[in-house]
C-alpha cells in the first residue's frame, strides 16, 4: 500500500456543486494532516489543515478519520476558480512530509 | 511575516551543464528546509530537507546536492545535468523545532534540459 493516496481525478462538476475528495493513508503515527491547492505551474498553496474533531473554512470542510485512515476534503457550492488541483499532505512522523499524487477538479459554468 | 522566495523562475539548460537554484527564506530563524520535485503530472518527490545549517539529509540518491551556507538560504546544485532532472522544482520552509506544521512554498523554478 502506498504511503498516500488520492484519486487523481479529474472531477468535473458544475457551478454550485458539492464535491468531495478522500486521501488515504498507511502510517497510523502521522499526527498532522493537510490540504494544499496547486494551480497549474504554480506552487502548493495550503488550504487547510486537519483537526481531529474537523474543521471548515467558510465552504471548505475538512475531515479525520484516523480509524479507516482517511482524510476528507468536502467543498459545498463550488465555483469556477476552486478548480485546481488539490493535494493532502502529512508528516511522517518527524520534520517530513509525505504528499499525495493530487486530485483534479474542473468546476464548469 | 514570512516570505520565500526562490529563483529563476524558469531555467533551461542543456545535458551535462551545472546547475545552482537557491532559495531563501525571510521573516523567520532556524526554519527547517526542503527542496521537491515535481515531475510533470505528478506528485512531489523530496529530495533534500535541512534542520539547520550544514545539515543535510538526502532523501533520493542522485546527481543533485544541497547545501545551506547561512541559516536562511538553501541551494541546489549539479555538476551534470541528466534529462531526467527536468521538473519543476520547488523549495520549501516550516517552523524551526517544531514538529507537525504546515510547508510553505516558493514559487518554484521550472527546469527543462534539452
Known amino acids: 500500500r502506498k504511503e498516500v493516496e488520492q484519486d487523481p481525478g479529474p472531477f468535473n462538476v458544475p457551478e454550485g456543486a458539492t464535491v468531495a475528495f478522500n486521501c488515504t493513508y498507511s502510517n497510523s503515527a502521522s499526527q498532522s494532516f493537510f490540504w494544499y491547492r496547486q494551480d497549474c505551474r504554480k506552487e502548493p498553496k495550503l488550504l487547510m489543515s486537519v483537526y481531529s474533531s474537523g474543521n471548515e473554512d467558510g465552504r471548505f470542510t475538512a475531515q479525520l478519520n484516523r480509524a479507516s485512515q482517511y482524510i476528507s476534503l468536502l467543498i459545498r457550492d463550488s465555483k469556477l476558480s476552486d478548480s485546481a488541483t488539490y493535494l493532502c499532505?502529512?508528516?511522517?512522523?518527524?520534520?517530513?512530509?509525505?504528499f499525495g499524487a493530487g486530485t483534479r477538479l474542473f468546476v464548469k459554468a | 511575516s514570512q516570505t520565500i522566495h526562490q529563483w529563476p523562475a524558469t531555467l533551461v539548460q542543456p545535458v551535462g551543464s551545472p546547475l545552482s537554484l537557491e532559495c531563501t527564506v525571510e521573516?523567520?530563524?532556524?526554519?527547517?528546509l526542503y527542496w521537491y520535485r515535481q515531475a510533470a503530472g505528478r506528485g512531489l518527490q523530496l529530495l533534500f530537507y535541512s534542520v539547520g545549517i550544514g545539515q543535510i539529509s538526502s532523501e533520493v540518491p542522485q546527481n543533485l546536492s544541497a547545501s545551506r551556507p547561512q541559516d536562511r538560504q538553501f541551494i541546489l546544485s549539479s555538476k551534470k545535468l541528466l534529462l531526467s532532472d527536468s521538473g519543476f522544482y520547488l523549495c520549501a520552509w516550516s517552523p524551526m523545532g517544531q514538529l507537525n506544521q504546515p510547508q510553505h512554498f516558493g514559487d518554484g523554478t521550472r527546469l527543462s534540459i534539452l
Open positions: 499532505a502529512l508528516d511522517t512522523g518527524g520534520f517530513k512530509t509525505i
Open positions: 521573516g523567520t530563524s532556524n526554519p527547517n
